[in-house]
């Protein structure tokens, strides 16, 4: 696959959508294996690694940390054949192609499997879910320089009424939200379980301006470390069509050069600090950083 345009579009915007980078029957593998994944091994994961909105409500499911692989720091796959496929999806070649496209690497610049995340499944249930606070994912990330890029993976049709992501480009983005040329801007703490920190200025305009990012099963889209997003809840349920899931697969993939930024990993921590955390269960911790 050729994505030269996606990379262009990437490197003006600050994100891309990859329309079918799976096709149907990829997408539909991809649910089964989901659902598959969600029979076979997240019941016996721990409370570390699975969060819920509603805890003791399977259905409420909203992050898995790592999904296919042992929880144990330096655990290899789980057992069974979802585990396996989900475990292995960030090996994917069209996955490792696009990231290194997007982030104009050569081959072998893109940081190993090993060194990066192993992997994200997000969902938000109709309901119950929360909204994801606007933010920069290189504030968890601390990576210098700046050359990270996340994937999302629809597993379902995702729109504007079952919490699709939405993105501030970078030609709307003006003065303090000028992504990726101002670069990282101050975030604090939340107080949302799986995404503990938010950008500290964010006003209802800001929000207003930010392009939802409507998504078939196996569409893809990838966002910039400095690229804001946020999403809302699944509020589904309240629409003629009635109560829908909305579920993804994600991978973060950086470049080899990158190093940890001291001072923005101090900020973060500092940040964490002031939720209790750790301990709290908050995703991008557990699969970012280990605290002592
Ligand atoms: O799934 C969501 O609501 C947000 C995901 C996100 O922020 C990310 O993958 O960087």
């Not at 692989?69 to 290899?76: D, I, K, S, T």
């Not at 072998?108 to 994912?137: C, N, W, Y």
């Not at 990270?148 to 009424?161: G, N, R, S």
């Not at 990838?222 to 809302?232: E, F, N």
Request: hydrophobic share 35%; aromatic share 8%; glycine share 12%.
């Amino acid at each position: 696959m050729d994505f030269s345009a996606a990379a262009a579009s990437f490197s003006e915007h600050g994100f891309v959508v990859v329309r079918g980078l799976f096709d149907e029957a990829e997408a539909e593998a991809l649910e089964t294996h989901v659902i598959g994944y969600f029979a076979e091994a997240v019941p016996s994961r721990g409370a570390e690694s699975v969060f819920y909105d509603v805890e003791g409500d399977a259905s409420s499911l909203k992050y898995i940390n790592h999904p296919g692989h042992r929880e144990a720091e330096g655990g290899g796959l789980e057992g069974g054949e979802a585990a396996a496929y989900l475990g292995n999806l960030d090996e994917e070649p069209r996955m490792l192609a696009l990231a290194q496209a997007l982030l104009g690497l050569e081959d072998g610049e893109l940081a190993p499997r090993g060194e990066r995340g192993r992997g994200e499944f997000f969902a938000k249930a109709p309901g119950v879910s929360k909204p994801t606070p606007p933010h920069q994912d290189n504030f968890y990330f601390s990576w210098k320089p700046a050359s990270v890029v996340t994937f999302w993976l629809a597993v379902d049709p995702i729109d504007e009424e079952n919490g699709c992501l939405r993105y501030m480009s970078q030609e709307i983005a003006s003065g303090k939200h000028a992504n990726g040329k101002q670069g990282l801007l101050p975030h604090h703490a939340s107080h949302v379980k799986g995404f503990s920190q938010r950008l500290q200025e964010f006003s209802d305009a800001d929000a207003a301006l930010m392009q939802p990012q409507v998504l078939r099963p196996g569409d893809l889209v990838a966002h910039h470390g400095l690229t804001i997003h946020r999403a809302d809840a699944n509020t589904s349920h309240e629409s003629a069509g009635g109560a829908r899931p909305r579920r993804a697969f994600g991978c973060v993939y950086h470049a080899a050069e990158c190093v940890v930024d001291e001072e923005g990993r101090a900020n973060y921590v500092r940040s964490m600090s002031e939720q209790g955390l750790p301990g709290g269960g908050y995703a991008y911790e557990l699969t970012n950083i280990t605290l002592g």
